[in-house]
């Protein structure tokens, strides 16, 4: 990537780019933020980053903030919800029809734009290395549905963002479970929008990577990150049994849908289809469960989200999604596994809901499986440790 133009005038048109923050970001709808965040040429930033790496997000010249329309939904898009401002990134961007064709379903992380500081916050600035006001979340996870045709398929999707909304509300301060940010809705009604709150790395300055950009199916990733990835799987059941306990089941759980924290802390991105009646064939093709796939007896609930998180760490060890209508032992597959984990999980991946074992059963097994890893009770791999990060600059 060429190196960014230095601002002219303390900031550019939509034909350039500006970093704030260590956030590359485009347009003159941004100019507030120059001057105030050592970005701009009035505090001697210039263009160069303080905090974190560069985010490749372009906006096309000429474009102006919209509302999140089938034409705003991409990538560098600037959408405005409530006042408040989100440039899109191509990260995790989506936009998908509903099965039925009569809504469509959009999703994307975008950087949040803070408000400006107000008279108070101006006449007693912060002491110390960082002198910026306090800024709510920067960063944050939007999901639409636009309806095209008025049918109770399109309804119940509109219904659910708003039961998602109440069930966050519900829920603020369970640990692993995302905060409310808004809920927006268009005027004629064929529009909503939820907006949660999406992790920020504290070392790189930028959103915490989801599950699928940090661990590849199937390559070994040595003792240490192993026992390190089954703590976060123990801490994501607490959050599950959570939501079990108030008779919840999230129902979509994917490798993407699982953010990972700085310290290995698993959370869930959103509340997958927790406000949403099962339905045949509901949730993301990957790790469906049986009761998913076809109706039966039980409906899809909390063994559901066992079969999944089973499923999705069947395919993060072996490279391969579970074979039906039962795998292999999975001890058989991944020499070294600890016995107690394989055995759990190869009862997880049960077809009959009814024996599956609860999030709190699993999480246990993960617990145990991290502390023999820690321990070198079993030998998983012989890679070497892994290398501790570089420190972020000053």
Known sequence: MEEPPRPRGGHLRNDGWLIVNGDLIFGDQFTTHVGGDGAGPESGGGT????????????????????????DWRGGADLEFGGESYLLHDLHLGE???????????????????PGPGPATARRPRRGRDRRPREGPRYAWLRQVAVREDTPAARRALAALSGERDLLTGLGGVQG????????????????????????????????????????PGEDPGAFALARLFGGLAGLCATLAHLHGRGLAHRALTRPGVIVLDGGRLVLRDLGLAARGP????????YQAPEQRRRQSAPPGPPTDAYRLAALVHHLLTGRL????????????VPGLPERLGLVLDGALAPDPARRPDARTLGAAFRAARDDLSRGTYDVSSSPPPRPPHPRPR
């Open 96 to 114: 998908r029809p509903s099965r039925d064709g009569s809504a469509v379903h959009r999703e994307a992380c975008a950087l949040r734009r803070a």
């Open 322 to 333: 579970p074979a039906l209508p039962a795998p292999p032992p999975l001890g058989r597959l």
């Open 177 to 216: 479970v995302p905060e409310l940010l808004r809920h927006d809705g268009s005027p004629d009604g064929r529009t909503a929008t939820l907006i949660v709150t999406w992790p920020v790395s504290k070392f790189a300055g930028r959103p915490c990577q989801s599950l699928d950009t940090v661990v590849e």
């Open 279 to 286: 339905e045949p064939g509901e949730g993301p093709p990957d």
């Open 48 to 71: 160069t980053p303080r905090n974190g790496p560069i985010l490749p997000v372009r906006i096309p010249a000429g474009e102006t903030a919209g509302t999140g329309g089938a034409r």
